[in-house]
């Protein structure tokens, strides 16, 4: 069975300081590997994904995630925090064993703070 | 906003009312969602619909009636709900669903917050 786990339930971070949320995935096959961001009264808005090629991933909002295969994991990337980047960062993860159905799996969840 | 709209915004009803959520979508895609958020959890898929047909029901109770009557469209029926249904219900979209290959991301809309009384 296919996994997310994200071991941070919160980051802390200044305004103007890089910031990383964790991601870590168990899957079979080869992954897709996708992060959301959820602002509060808000749906799940899409960042950015991996799904083949180049390890470092650029979204929006200046977001970046880095594939590493060896260490099962996508970490979420921003060379200089803002404060409007307060949210709740989900990772997800999809297998691509063709042989069944492979829905996507959603981590619990890590609540980001960038202090003014 | 994200093209994935949702009504009503918020709903209360009691254990034995029935009620009905609505999730329409402008995209033009294949695939429709519907996740279950609760404080503290995951995020639950509950159903997928692909072209209009059901390809994914994940062990929900059965006073959660799904409809797809087109690609555009996702009806979530509810009836004899219990206080721990109270959640928010988030639909979503993607360009289409195929098994183990789809990479489209999602897109959601903004959820019903739903309250079980």
């Known amino acids: 069975a296919q996994s997310v786990a994200q071991p941070e339930d919160q980051v802390n971070v200044a305004e103007g300081n890089p910031l990383t949320v964790k991601c870590t995935y168990s899957?079979?096959?080869?992954?897709?590997l996708f992060w959301y961001v959820q602002y509060p009264n808000r749906g799940l808005q899409f960042l950015l994904k991996y799904i083949t090629g180049d390890n470092l991933v650029k979204g929006s909002y200046g977001f970046e995630a880095e594939f590493n295969k060896s260490q099962t994991s996508f970490h979420l990337k921003k060379p200089s925090a803002l404060v409007s980047d307060s949210a709740l960062y989900f990772c997800a993860v999809r297998g691509t064993n063709s042989g069944g159905y492979q829905k996507v799996t959603f981590g619990t969840g890590t609540k980001l703070q960038v202090i003014p | 906003e994200t093209g994935v709209t949702q009504t009503p915004r918020h709903l209360v009803m009691g254990m034995t009312n029935k009620k009905s959520l609505k999730c329409e979508q402008h995209?033009?895609?294949?695939?429709m969602y519907w996740y279950k958020q609760s404080a503290k959890k995951p995020l639950e898929l509950m159903f997928v619909?692909?072209?209009?047909?059901?390809?994914e029901n994940n062990s929900v109770p059965s006073r959660f009636s799904p409809e797809c009557p087109n690609s555009s469209h996702l009806f979530l029926h509810l009836h004899t709900l219990q206080p721990e249904d109270s959640a928010l219900y988030l639909c979503?979209?993607?360009?289409?669903?195929?098994?183990?290959?789809?990479?489209?991301?999602?897109?959601f809309g903004p959820g019903t917050r739903l309250t079980v009384t």
């Open positions: 995209l033009g895609h294949n695939a």
């Open positions: 979503a979209s993607s360009q289409d669903e195929y098994p183990g290959t789809s990479g489209y991301e999602q897109y």
């Open positions: 619909y692909n072209f209009k047909e059901q390809t």
């Open positions: 899957v079979s096959g080869n992954p897709y």
